[in-house]
């Protein structure tokens, strides 16, 4: 899996994706547009080398439609959409890397079909993930679909769980179609080691390049705009794993100068690393990249760069096969090596390039949390095995898979599953998530790097969080924070979003009257870095904070409550650490008017009063001027424009501020005329901090692009009087 190929999960925490195809500068048919382009037809473009979402896309597509083909053949009728997925999950090859990574494989092409043209062949699916991703969205689908929640039949080889609260537990199904004797087993990608990369290297070809290597300390000497440097490594160590990472990363002032305080400056537009088997066709001991098989590579504007390799074996293997039946060599007897390239390209840095490179092995060990009942199934036609999960007390994303084996036919089915465990403020109105040590590639509380700015703007590494709000009247906050190094100008940078269910009031501008629509998954605040040049293609953005390098804030509307998401996202990375840890405080102000919900006289006061911490406490609050009424035995409800000219008077106190609460004297009067009916009463909330803040720092300068601090919060009062 090449390092740019995009990772899960989704914002909602489902694993992604579900398949993968070739997409890293592979030989494929051409593209058409190409040879028109061009005005050349002699075949110079039958063929291309190319990589991406434009090869892996047709290329899964492709398959696709071969499964769909040999259906129609088969049974004469259209291939349901679930059914499709399924199979190709179920044929798909085991490449060896975790789930957020692979989803449940490789795609097969013979595998799937065969699939089709055998009818004894199993099938593996889940049949509760549509309901559960729904969960979520319901009030989306309600609201603004087809005024209900779609009733069709679906189920694929994935189990996702919305929450799993700490100390209780969940259980989904698996079902097995067809005959045979299988064996269930849940895995996570586990971490055994972590070792600086000199730690395994064997011998250094270039060093005049690679100046020294020492434990996880590496320099290299940039004389050229291009410079790269050779290190032997040791190869039982790395083919021992299921899974081995080699991640390099230097600090941000060498790849870029300007940071936070100069003009924008790359001065390395390229870092390369690469991994290869060098084969020495002339047994000289001397080496040549010519005589290589490139295995793996990540060459990007970045500075952190990283390779993960599964099974070495295999692909060292066949690299030998192909150069036994291409080039004739006795692959056997000639010296082998594999040969990891650390480079440099198109700089105009000169000097000591430090650099830190590690080694992390990793192989797939049973999931403690997660057990499968029974763990081995006999089917005669349909067999269920159940799959429960307990909750963690640390809150946090968590996935593995569901191993499914099929001991009569040798095959084995991959089931990704995933769950939250979410924060819940019902406990308490603060919660704050310290980084932790975990064994997996996805860290809940710590954000790599991850950008390129050869690509888009907003490329990078990003962690998603739930938290549970239980009350109405809220105002929700988030701060995240993170180290600087001592370089704050250097110090990553790193943006922060909330999102959650929302109340929308719509005005139809010639009744007035007013509709309310609620829907799922808005984006309610967010501190977001934004491209410079505006048009957001493949420009670097630059640093923009909230607050201050190593901290940001903001605070986000809720208006019902419910499962809210945390996003946490790294751009620029400093590259003092091989992971930023990132510290997560979320909780909620309670925001509460005292004013009764009925009123049986014209004229009332109460207080607005906010608890919570002292530093969240609003600025100022005050009345927005418009509202909503639905009058007394009406189904309708209708915008006011006014609230003074149409009959009711708002006015405000002095607030008071006091260790514990924050209060504001409210008056409300109806003057005579008004109707009797249900209000809604808006007041503009002004945070200290922002509820959405998008722009930029350039050569020291803040470009603010958007900035809001004000949030809605509602009095709501009948008036019976």
């Keep these: 899996m090449i390092s740019w190929s995009n990772r899960g999960p989704t914002e909602l925490g489902v694993v992604k994706p579900d398949v993968v195809a070739v997409g890293s500068f592979a030989w494929a048919v051409g593209r058409t547009w190409e040879a028109l382009g061009a005005r050349m037809f002699d075949g110079r473009y039958t063929h291309a080398l190319f990589s991406g979402t434009s ?105 996702y769980i919305p929450a799993v609260l700490p100390g209780t537990s969940e259980t989904r199904t698996i079902t097995i179609e067809g005959e045979g004797r299988f064996r269930l087993r849940a895995v996570r990608l586990t971490q055994l080691d972590s070792r600086g990369l000199c730690d395994v290297v064997r011998a250094n070809l270039n060093p005049t390049v690679v100046t020294s290597c020492s434990g996880d300390s590496v320099t290299l000497s940039v004389t050229a705009s291009t410079v790269y440097g050779h290190l032997v490594l040791d190869r039982d160590t790395l083919t021992s794993a299921d899974l081995f990472e080699i991640e390099l990363v230097y600090p941000f002032e060498y790849f870029e100068s300007g940071g936070r305080v100069g003009a924008f400056r790359v001065l ?29 590579y990540d060459i990007r504007r970045a500075n952190a760069v990283r390779i993960q390799i599964a099974n070495l074996a295999r692909h060292l293997e066949e690299v030998e096969y192909l150069a036994r039946k291409l080039m004739g060599v006795d692959v056997d007897a000639l010296p082998k090596y594999v040969v990891i390239r650390v480079g440099v390209s198109g700089a105009t840095f000169r000097g000591t390039l430090p650099i830190r490179a590690r080694l992390v092995r990793y192989s797939h060990r049973p999931w403690t949390e997660v057990t499968v009942a029974p763990t081995t199934v006999v089917s005669r036609g349909r067999a269920l095995a159940y799959v429960t999960v307990e909750g963690t007390a640390r809150p946090g994303f968590y996935s593995g898979y569901v191993v499914v084996e099929d001991l009569t036919r040798g095959y084995r089915y991959l089931v990704p599953l995933s769950y939250f465990v979410p924060v819940d403020l019902t406990l308490a109105r603060t919660y704050r998530l310290t980084p932790a040590t975990e064994g997996g590639l996805y860290r809940n509380t710590y954000l790599r790097g991850a950008f390129d700015y050869t690509w888009r703007y907003e490329s990078g590494d990003w962690r998603v969080f739930k938290v549970y709000v239980p009350s109405t009247s809220s105002v929700l906050w988030l701060r995240a924070t993170w180290p600087t190094h001592g370089k704050p100008a250097y110090a990553s940078n790193v943006d922060v979003m909330v999102f959650g269910p929302w109340t929308y009031y719509m005005v139809d501008v010639e009744t007035y009257e007013v509709r309310t629509y609620t829907v799922g998954g808005v984006q309610l605040a967010a501190e977001l870095t934004r491209d410079p040049r505006g048009w957001g293609g493949f420009n670097p953005t630059r640093f923009w904070d909230s607050v201050g390098p190593g901290e940001s804030v903001i605070t986000a509307p809720t208006t019902s409550p419910g499962m809210y998401r945390v996003v946490v996202r790294n751009i620029q990375f400093s590259g003092m650490s091989y992971e930023e840890p990132v510290t997560v405080e979320v909780g909620y102000l309670y925001a509460v008017f005292t004013i009764p919900r009925h009123l049986y006289r014209t004229s009332v006061s109460g207080w607005f009063v906010v608890y919570g911490p002292t530093s969240m406490y609003p600025l100022s609050i005050s009345v927005a001027g418009e509202g909503a009424v639905r009058p007394a035995g009406s189904p309708t409800m209708y915008y006011i424009e006014n609230l003074e000219e149409y009959g009711l008077r708002v006015t405000l106190g002095t607030a008071e501020v006091r260790p514990t609460y924050y209060r504001v004297r409210v008056s409300v009067e109806f003057l005579p005329g008004t109707y009797r009916g249900f209000y809604v009463v808006p007041f503009i909330y002004e945070s200290p901090y922002p509820v959405t803040t998008v722009g930029w720092i350039d050569g020291g300068t803040p470009r603010t692009y958007f900035y809001t601090n004000q949030l809605p919060v509602y009095l709501r009062t009948t008036l019976r009087a």
């Design 268 to 296: 390395i537009p390229t870092t390369v690393v690469e991994l290869a088997y060098w084969i020495d066709v002339n047994a000289d001991g001397v080496f040549s990249w010519l005589e290589t098989a490139r295995i793996y």
């Design 55 to 159: 090869q892996a896309t047709p290329m899964a597509a492709g398959v696709g439609a071969l499964v769909v083909s040999a259906y129609r053949r088969v049974y004469g009728s259209r291939l349901p959409p679930y059914l499709l997925k399924t199979i190709l999950m179920n044929s798909a090859y085991d490449m060896g890397f975790d789930e957020l990574s692979q989803g449940a494989g490789f795609v097969d092409a013979y595998r799937a079909v065969t699939a089709v043209l055998d009818p004894s062949t199993p099938r593996v699916y889940s049949t509760g993930i549509l309901a559960d991703a729904l969960s979520e969205m319901a009030s989306t689908y309600t609201s603004v679909g087809y005024g209900a929640l779609p009733r069709v039949a679906w189920y694929e080889p994935k189990i």
